[in-house]
């Protein structure tokens, strides 16, 4: 990893995504501070970028680094923590059901994701997909359910089914501009998290793994 990744993009980056996803235009508290699921959330993130070898804490902060690397690599670690605590609760519904559903859906993937503990290109492509769902169930789906600018047929199917769900379907209207601001910190935080710092040994254990696994089948054939 190149110094000027370490020292300027990545914690750029990751605070970019912990200060602007949290701001929601458009409602009377401008900005929104990470809920105690969101910390939660972030640190089971954290342990599986660590199982899967897509982050390498020892990469970061190691008795042979300098004071200031090793300050510089406290740093990335804090902004990724708080990055992903942001951005959980950026993409988590704010009230009802679709929040409770959300947040359980959320945690048994992690949870799965820990058990499994996949590879470094897996798990990355089940965080953009997750990551990618979870954005397009606030900010499209119901969003589009909240909107108050709807047609009146929608508006009273929408009072049907809210009515029928004692209410907990229902959604604050969102603002535009949350949208945007959300897709962004979304691509931003996928970015950061594909150029942390790995580890080569997880990486050569899968590699040994594979082989053996070829070579077995090549003896059984």
């Not at 406290?74 to 009230?95: E, N």
């Not at 600018?149 to 969102?174: C, M, N, Y």
């Not at 040994?201 to 696994?213: N, T, V, Y």
């Amino acid at each position: 990893m190149t110094p000027l990744r370490e020292a300027v993009f990545l914690p750029l980056a990751l605070l970019t995504v912990a200060f602007l996803g949290g701001l929601d235009p458009g409602t009377d508290v401008p900005w929104t501070t990470p809920t105690l699921f969101s910390l939660v959330m972030a640190v089971m993130l954290l342990a599986a970028f660590v199982r899967s070898g897509t982050l390498a804490p020892d990469r970061l902060l190691h008795g042979e680094r300098p004071v200031i690397a090793n300050a510089n690599g406290a740093l990335v670690l804090a902004a990724l923590f708080a990055g992903s605590a942001q951005l959980v609760t950026m993409l988590t519904p704010r009230s009802g059901l679709p929040l409770l559903i959300g947040g359980v859906v959320l945690f048994l993937l992690l949870v799965n994701t820990l058990v499994v503990s996949p590879d470094r290109v897996r798990l990355l492509r089940s965080l953009g997909v997750v990551i990618g769902s979870a954005f397009i169930l606030k900010f499209i789906v119901l969003a589009a359910l909240a909107d108050p600018e709807g047609s009146r047929t929608k508006r009273v199917i929408l009072a049907l089914f809210d009515a029928a769900t004692l209410g907990t379907i229902a959604q604050a209207p969102v603002h535009p501009a949350a949208g945007y601001i959300a897709f962004f910190m979304c691509i931003l935080y996928l970015i950061a998290v594909a150029m942390l710092p790995g580890s080569h040994a997880r990486g050569q254990a899968l590699e040994l793994r594979s082989k053996d696994i070829e070579v077995s089948t090549r003896r059984s054939v």
